[in-house]
T-cell receptor, first 116, second 115 residues
Framework: GAVVSQHPSWVICKSGTSVKIECRSL??????MFWYRQFPKQSLMLMAT?????????EQGVEKDKFLINHASLTLSTLTVTSAHPEDSSFYIC????????????FGDGTRLSIL | AQKVTQAQTEISVVEKEDVTLDCVYE???????LFWYKQPPSGELVFLIR??????QNEISGRYSWNFQKSTSSFNFTITASQVVDSAVYFC????????????FGGGTRVLVKP
């Protein structure tokens, strides 16, 4: 089945650091990737939609300059949390869809980000 | 706008009991998909089922079954003869073709199965 790899699985870093999270579709071409954020004991909230070769579309309330998304190829999207602060600590999870957009989204295993 | 409501925040059962998770959705679109995902403590999302808005057939997969009723905008999920390994958070989600198939998640229901 379709596999999405997300790296790193967890990261701890100091406040002010920028952190990059990668999301790769391993065995299919992902024209669209989604980035979600999940706080402890809460649901997943969509942050942005990333389409290959174009700018990401951000959901209302998500800071574009804070969360930089790049979808440079059909198999890779990256989320960079710039100048991270403790309030950015969260679980970030990506998903990807096939060219056939009516296939279920396939999720990565998520990244636990802790900012000290 | 789309909305998914999972009224039960947490359910605790004893092993072998059945458990039903409720999901109610709202959308004005006629073409949409409904999903259930399982999130174990390790955090990854496990896809369980997808149902499109034109297919109201109920489905059974092993100990899992789903009841889709458009008349009440509900897509309920039942685990029969629950096991400890079923302990997880379960999310119901909705995607609408007109909105680019973005997923709108419900708040999730935490299921705790005690031995």
């Amino acid at each position: 089945g379709a596999v999405v790899s997300q790296h790193p699985s967890w990261v701890i870093c100091k406040s002010g650091t920028s952190v990059k999270i990668e999301c790769r579709s391993l065995d299919f071409q992902a024209t669209t990737m989604f980035w979600y954020r999940q706080f402890p004991k809460q649901s997943l909230m969509l942050m942005a939609t990333s389409n290959e070769g174009s700018k990401a579309t951000y959901e209302q309330g998500v800071e574009k300059d804070k969360f930089l998304i790049n979808h440079a190829s059909l198999t890779l999207s990256t989320l960079t949390v710039t100048s991270a602060h403790p309030e950015d600590s969260s679980f970030y999870i990506c998903s990807a869809t096939h060219r056939d957009r009516y296939q279920p989204q396939h999720f990565g295993d998520g990244t636990r980000l802790s900012i000290l | 706008a789309q909305k998914v409501t999972q009224a039960q925040t947490e359910i605790s059962v004893v092993e072998k009991e059945d458990v039903t998770l409720d999901c109610v959705y709202e959308t004005r679109d006629t073409t949409y998909y409904l999903f259930w995902y399982k999130q174990p403590p390790s955090g990854e999302l496990v896809f369980l089922i997808r149902r499109n808005s034109f297919d109201e057939q109920n489905e059974i997969s092993g100990r899992y079954s789903w009841n889709f009723q458009k008349s009440t905008s509900s897509f309920n999920f039942t685990i029969t003869a629950s096991q400890v390994v079923d302990s997880a958070v379960y999310f119901c989600a909705l995607s609408v073709r007109a909105a680019g198939n973005k997923l709108t998640f419900g708040g999730g229901t935490r299921v705790l199965v005690k031995p």
